[in-house]
């Protein structure tokens, strides 16, 4: 066993971030550290799930969402997804956001990336406190780059350390806290070295699809939590047949070779500019939603190449889980065999996926990428 595993939670916190001081230049290691100091100090509030439903106020709801993430992580570990001790604790008095912050060329979807010792090159790179992330923000648009900054509902180190509860997941819906439970335990249990892309596009898939069994299994495909997130589905999946058009029209534009940085970045702003048309005669039901969507902003090739890293090549996945019946267990290992020593897993992926005789699959479902979006529109109704 790695000795990083056999240590107490906090001295292996204090020892990752030493390890990667020890690995990274100039700003690289302030960021380590910074990050490790947090993550010590977000360890640090954790209190066990029982504890603290005997010495602190709950509300029923937030009560039951304790036992949905208990019964979601018994779910996945039934379905063959690795049991962790991720959520098994709650950091109730820890009071720090997470935010995440993305940046990408202004003329062409081509991402900012981040590397690190074990993890691999990021897309993104996260934060606790927002003053920093602004920061950042603010120095990669100062370097021309279109900036994302947003929050994040959940906070992983991929099972390095054991995850807590943070109080606002106590008010998603069963759903998403199904979905958010077992995306994590999806990392978990396949990890494809050096593609974040690759594996966030992984675990957003399987999320969506085991949350519905999830709720299929506990509840009932009649009862109003599945039917309710039905609904969300249906608007989920027009929202983003919705957003990926915006981006292959944008695509096109920055492809065109005729045309002048200039002019590709006039045009980029008048297809920005259709986003809220675009819903206002899309099949969404919720249009006030998502025109709270929109409005919250900004929408620029970093949060739309965020959108992607989150929903890459899911009729390829879903086209290997159809060859493996369904089988969400079979279908995994498939995709860590087919995968495996090979420099582009995409690639992998489609090939597999047209080796099965399944086609390219048909749309998949849901987008991870727009509950925190709709959450913070709507105050995290779910």
């Not at 060329?105 to 992330?133: C, M």
């Not at 090549?313 to 860590?336: E, I, K, T, W, Y």
Request: overall charge negative; hydrophobic content about 40%; proline content about 4%.
């Amino acid at each position: 066993m790695p000795l990083a595993r056999t240590l107490p939670p906090l001295c292996r916190s204090f020892l990752a971030a030493l390890v990667l001081l020890t690995l990274l230049p100039g700003c690289g290691a302030g960021y380590v550290l910074r990050s490790g100091y947090y993550q010590m100090d977000l360890l640090a509030h954790r209190v066990p799930v029982e504890d603290a439903l005997r010495s602190r106020d709950f509300t029923a709801r937030e009560r039951a969402s304790f036992y949905v993430i208990r019964d979601a992580k018994a779910f996945g570990r039934e379905i063959g997804l690795s049991g962790t001790a991720n959520y098994d604790t709650i950091a109730h008095d820890w009071d720090h956001a997470i935010w995440n912050v993305s940046a990408s060329h202004p003329a062409r979807f081509e991402n900012k990336t981040w590397s690190f010792p074990i993890v691999g090159t990021v897309p993104y790179l996260g934060f606790f406190r927002e003053d920093q992330a602004r920061e950042l923000g603010a120095e990669l648009a100062h370097e021309g780059y279109d900036v994302y900054v947003r929050t994040a509902g959940t906070y992983s180190t991929l099972g390095w350390f054991e995850d807590p509860i943070l109080r606002p997941m106590l008010s998603w819906s069963r759903y998403w806290l199904a979905n958010v439970v077992l995306h994590e335990m999806t990392h978990a249990t396949v990890w494809i070295p050096g593609s974040v892309n690759f594996n966030e596009s992984f675990a957003n898939f399987v999320g969506d699809v085991a949350a519905f069994r999830y709720l299929e299994s506990r509840f009932g495909p009649d009862s109003p939590e599945f039917q309710l997130a039905q609904a969300d589905l249906a608007d989920g999946e027009e929202w983003t047949r919705l957003l990926l058009g915006l981006y292959g029209d944008l695509e096109r534009v920055y492809e065109d070779s005729a045309l002048a940085v200039e002019e590709k970045l006039a045009r980029k702003r008048v297809v920005l500019g259709t986003l809220l048309e675009r819903v206002d005669s899309s099949a969404i039901h919720d249009k006030a939603g998502y025109r709270a969507v929109v409005a919250l902003g900004p929408w620029n090739n970093a949060r739309l190449a965020q959108f992607r890293t989150y929903n890459d090549d899911r009729p390829a996945f879903q086209a290997l889980l159809d060859a493996h019946n369904g089988d969400l267990q079979s279908f995994m290992r498939a995709v860590a065999e087919v995968t495996a020593d090979r420099e582009d897993p995409y690639e992998a992926l489609r090939e597999a996926a047209t080796r099965s005789g399944s086609g390219a699959g048909h749309d998949a479902m849901g987008v991870l990428e727009a509950q925190p979006d709709l959450a913070e529109a709507r105050g995290h109704d779910g």
